[in-house]
């Protein structure tokens, strides 16, 4: 019998960007010119996701020209989560830290050396496209605090989890929440409510606690409703990254409970939102200019994401069982290597 999702609490509307169709049309070509997706079972997992529809409702704010550079970001994160997620190189640690220092090397703007575009890894290629297109007009404490947070996205993602993953660690949900927040590269895409916006929030708003408070709770809750979506699909690939699965696993909880569980947690981080939100206005009335479209962006997010994932195929288990191994649908040229069959979980990451 299937686990029932319970209505997640999200009192916030539904709203969804008029330029979706044109970002649409973008991301085929720009996917295509880059290399991240060409082969034609990639091709149609990656329509049937339509990260066109997602971006649009997590920025229904955004113009056009803004919306198709983050929805390039979402897709950039996506192909690249997925080739760690799904297939063997996020088991392997070490076979990926050569394209990540490559990575990291274009996001602290080090010189490499040369080599012919053909031969790099797509994810390089399109990591290089994004940079020149997002950096250049931003203020300098921002570009500190991106490069940190999409660093330390690809640093924990290709060694915290990976590591895990190979030595068959199953993490605490106090480490785990902590860590989800930058292996989901929630922080990044919470970074680009500004581009979007147009605005620019002082250094000191975002060393306030309260907007910290509000941007934890705001990351929390699309982390874990992520986590709730997806966690049928995980289990069939085996993923114990997931805190559905650790709820279980630790507190000996049965599917459904374990659930609701984390719904109950998402409803509580959404109130403490609501609260640092409130505190945040009422302390900063003359930088309402700004907060108020920085807070409207996490609103837009949670809701956006629960929409998103009510609707896209991505999440549903028979999506992930029509295929017979990760490598129909994954792409080696992503991170530039053999997708590879995946190994064998020890048992322990499979209970819960």
Known sequence: MESELPDIYCPFPQRTSPHVGQTREHLDIWTRRTGLVHRP?????????????????????ADGEHLDLVADWFVWLFLVDDQLDDGQLGRDPERVRGVVARMLAVIDGLDTAPVPEAELPAAVVALEDLWARTIPGMAAHWRRRFAWHLSTYLTTATSWEAGNRADGVVPSEETYIAKRRHTGAIHVCMDLIEIVAGIEAPESIHNDPRFITALEASCNVVCWANDVYSFEKEQ???????????????????????????????????????????????????????????????????????????????????????????????????????VGRAPERVSDARKG
């Open 236 to 338: 069939v690939l085996g993923e114990i990254h997931n805190l559905v699965h650790l709820v279980r696993h630790h507190r000996g909880y049965g599917e459904q409970q374990a659930i609701d569980h984390v719904c109950a947690l998402i409803a509580t981080e959404t109130e403490r939102f609501l609260t640092a939100e409130d505190e945040l206005l009422e302390m900063y009335p003359q930088l309402a200019d700004v907060l108020v479209p920085y807070l409207d962006g996490m609103r837009s997010w949670m809701r956006g994401n629960l929409d998103w994932s009510r609707l896209t195929p991505r999440y549903n288990p028979a999506d992930v069982s029509q295929y017979e191994e990760p490598e129909e649908y994954l792409e080696a040229t992503v991170l530039g290597f053999s």
């Open 41 to 61: 079972s990639a091709r149609t997992r990656f329509e049937q996701a339509d990260f066109g529809s997602f971006v649009g409702m997590v920025y229904p704010t």
